[in-house]
């Protein structure tokens, strides 16, 4: 049982997988903006959809469609530059517009396509545009295309963000999964905090996959934080087409189920750590493991509050080992917690430890948190709850892109 | 019963009360950090602590007092540059110590000095320099040395925040209430987000004094947000000297209770609009009324989840009307919302109405989000719930005070 990271593997790596692409100006000029993704057989579907309740056109047409159809999935348009939300009934018709334009010109069964938008809220999907691109992505749909797609759904992502696996059954047959995310603000759970779309070509059942899913986000996305806003349109897609031949997958207990777990899991932490050390601004990637707690939802609670501090943000972009909001943070979180019981690392630095400051070499903890990759480690000692997130710190440049972004 | 705001009003404006200051290096040199506040008589003390589970010393140590002596404070001492918090048993020795020195220097009872310290945490309190400090300021005392104590107290503050009113009671007698507050970064409810202390000359009970701050902290301190951070110190501590002579007020329905509560209301919201004012890099005051909720505690979820929106706070710093980003923090706030039945303005101009947007005038709105007071009014259409809330936005100067505050 074997999990394998493959070198340049993208979201079309899967068998059976191609991608293409456009420029349709939809708000950026000068470059690709729209991504159309094809499987060549059906595909079980599972989604994960924001919790905010304003939603955007698209995820209420997505929900529309898998309720009628999570068995035979066929194809995925993604869109960047509007986000199709807040746009009422006219957005959710622009979006059923170019899934049916996708069907038409790629001769798919109806309620095959679902659609993903990205961008800014309230801007209106500019229909015309789309389906003129979605002649061009058409025409040169290609297996080689991941790459391609990746680039062409980002926003303020500064690089294209993707990976791919190649699992070993344990019978012996191999099976690959691919994915790709874009995201780099507005993020927060609950729960999928940006668009991904994960292929596979392994043969597994709908009720499996969603389980699957379902794992693998809240090890990965639900554990993640930018800014602690929680965007309208965040998606989280697995699309699994069976062209791998292998058995099916009925139960994520079996010894199957398992590997392909694995492996879901590595893509979508790979994937959510990308979002993160993309994060808008971001200077640094941060590892941030609570253990010791009364529960594990008690230690992700007490994590994702440090991870969403202004504070202990601000502190590590300056490179300042100032561990008393970290403390802070974990006091106000809500977890269960008594200071007198806790330890806390900078890396290897002891900072705090049982209610009292430790003595460290302040030149020492700047380092580590100076450092592109920085690891904390938080013991409550209460008990054996373990949680790790990943958040970025928090720059001037944060502030830039954030004051500029729509107008 | 009229209450009106005095020009130049502060601390030690009611009567009976004289502050001193010094100036003890405990991390700032050239500049005063310790204020001591003095009563002519034994006062009624009514105080909110913070609802970090992680508490600064000088916590710890009043909460000891106030369960003994609630009905006979002296005296308050309030150092800046050390919170005293994450300090151990070495910590409360060093709150207790001081409070003792107080005592001491005073002639004053045991048990009827109140201590409070800010800044930053896990710094050892210098008691050597403290009491050096208690000399000094208990040698000046002084009825006009209200601002001089507001400015020893600040830390990141920009300016002294204070204010003080006059209150007509129904049967013709005036009282006073004045009060300070230092907080600029580490802002967020619950509860009181900072130190501040209120005094007055009225006659007030225990239990009443206890009620009439909890109403006006929910109504102001409870009410704003700078960086979501909730501070392991946060005090708000109101003292009653009765040194006005007034019927004692003894439950705040009574048409004086009214009249005392309006007055401190106001005290109250003045403080915390100050500290938002001041808030870290913050450029604009930002007063956000959520109506139509479903309940107050909805409106206010509501509201409360928009103040502190990283996205909604630059998108203010850079003028940018960037409504979506208000609808979607309404949306994840918790708070019961139909986005169809929403209508968002800033300030005069509609932006968002019934789930789509609203052509407006972009440099309008521009020029709303631009000036120094804004104004947001959102009717959620659900119900008669309401609140107003005060944020202030995220500057790029935000981030420069907090990557370098410590080091």
């Given at each position: 049982m074997t999990c394998v990271l493959l070198d340049h593997?993208?979201?079309?790596?899967?068998?059976g997988w191609r991608a293409g692409v456009a420029a349709c100006g939809i708000k950026y000029t000068g470059r690709t903006d729209l991504a159309l993704l094809v499987s060549e057989r059906p595909c079980r579907a599972a989604a994960l959809f924001t919790t905010n309740r304003v939603v955007s056109a698209h995820i209420h047409y997505d929900r529309a469609v898998l309720a009628r159809n999570s068995t035979s999935i066929r194809a995925v348009l993604i869109n960047a530059g509007s986000a199709n939300a807040c746009t009422g009934e006219v957005g959710i018709a622009a979006a059923e517009a170019t899934a049916r334009e996708v069907e038409r010109t790629l001769a798919l069964p109806t309620d095959s396509t679902l659609v993903m938008s990205t961008g800014v809220i309230g801007l209106l999907l500019p229909v015309d545009r789309v389906v003129q691109g979605i002649a061009t992505a058409s025409q040169h749909l290609?297996?080689?295309h991941g790459p391609d797609a990746a680039r062409a759904?980002?926003?303020?992502?500064?690089r294209p963000k993707q990976c791919a696996v190649r699992v070993a059954l344990p019978d012996g047959e191999h099976i690959h999964i691919g994915g790709m995310v874009k995201g780099a603000g507005m993020v927060h759970p609950n729960m999928a905090t940006m668009l991904s779309v994960v292929t596979t070509d392994a043969a597994v059942e709908p009720a499996a996959l969603d389980a699957a899913l379902r794992f693998a986000a809240d090890r990965s996305f639900n554990c993640i934080s930018i800014d602690g806003d929680t965007s309208t349109n965040d998606t989280l897609l697995a699309l699994a087409n069976g062209r791998a031949g292998n058995p099916l997958i009925a139960h994520i207990e079996s010894a199957e189920g398992q590997a392909f777990l694995a492996g879901l899991v590595e893509v979508c932490q790979r994937l959510a750590q990308e979002v993160v050390r993309d994060g808008e601004g971001a200077t640094r990637l941060v590892t941030l493991t609570v253990r010791g707690a009364v529960s594990d939802e008690d230690a992700h609670r007490a994590a994702m509050a440090v991870a969403r501090s202004p504070l202990v943000k601000t502190a590590i972009f300056g490179g300042d080992p100032n561990w008393g909001r970290v403390v802070c943070a974990l006091g106000y979180s809500g977890a269960t917690i008594d200071p007198d019981r806790v330890v806390l690392h900078f890396g290897p630095v002891p900072v705090f430890a049982h209610g009292v400051p430790q003595p460290f070499d302040e030149l020492a903890a700047h380092q580590v948190l100076s450092a592109p990759d920085v690891l904390m480690v938080a013991d409550l000692?209460?008990?054996t709850g373990t949680a790790t997130v990943w958040t970025c710190d928090f720059s001037y440049e944060y502030v830039r892109i954030n004051a500029e972004y729509r107008t």
């Amino acid at each position: 049982m074997t999990c394998v990271l493959l070198d340049h593997g993208h979201v079309t790596t899967p068998s059976g997988w191609r991608a293409g692409v456009a420029a349709c100006g939809i708000k950026y000029t000068g470059r690709t903006d729209l991504a159309l993704l094809v499987s060549e057989r059906p595909c079980r579907a599972a989604a994960l959809f924001t919790t905010n309740r304003v939603v955007s056109a698209h995820i209420h047409y997505d929900r529309a469609v898998l309720a009628r159809n999570s068995t035979s999935i066929r194809a995925v348009l993604i869109n960047a530059g509007s986000a199709n939300a807040c746009t009422g009934e006219v957005g959710i018709a622009a979006a059923e517009a170019t899934a049916r334009e996708v069907e038409r010109t790629l001769a798919l069964p109806t309620d095959s396509t679902l659609v993903m938008s990205t961008g800014v809220i309230g801007l209106l999907l500019p229909v015309d545009r789309v389906v003129q691109g979605i002649a061009t992505a058409s025409q040169h749909l290609d297996a080689a295309h991941g790459p391609d797609a990746a680039r062409a759904i980002m926003t303020t992502d500064t690089r294209p963000k993707q990976c791919a696996v190649r699992v070993a059954l344990p019978d012996g047959e191999h099976i690959h999964i691919g994915g790709m995310v874009k995201g780099a603000g507005m993020v927060h759970p609950n729960m999928a905090t940006m668009l991904s779309v994960v292929t596979t070509d392994a043969a597994v059942e709908p009720a499996a996959l969603d389980a699957a899913l379902r794992f693998a986000a809240d090890r990965s996305f639900n554990c993640i934080s930018i800014d602690g806003d929680t965007s309208t349109n965040d998606t989280l897609l697995a699309l699994a087409n069976g062209r791998a031949g292998n058995p099916l997958i009925a139960h994520i207990e079996s010894a199957e189920g398992q590997a392909f777990l694995a492996g879901l899991v590595e893509v979508c932490q790979r994937l959510a750590q990308e979002v993160v050390r993309d994060g808008e601004g971001a200077t640094r990637l941060v590892t941030l493991t609570v253990r010791g707690a009364v529960s594990d939802e008690d230690a992700h609670r007490a994590a994702m509050a440090v991870a969403r501090s202004p504070l202990v943000k601000t502190a590590i972009f300056g490179g300042d080992p100032n561990w008393g909001r970290v403390v802070c943070a974990l006091g106000y979180s809500g977890a269960t917690i008594d200071p007198d019981r806790v330890v806390l690392h900078f890396g290897p630095v002891p900072v705090f430890a049982h209610g009292v400051p430790q003595p460290f070499d302040e030149l020492a903890a700047h380092q580590v948190l100076s450092a592109p990759d920085v690891l904390m480690v938080a013991d409550l000692g209460m008990g054996t709850g373990t949680a790790t997130v990943w958040t970025c710190d928090f720059s001037y440049e944060y502030v830039r892109i954030n004051a500029e972004y729509r107008t």
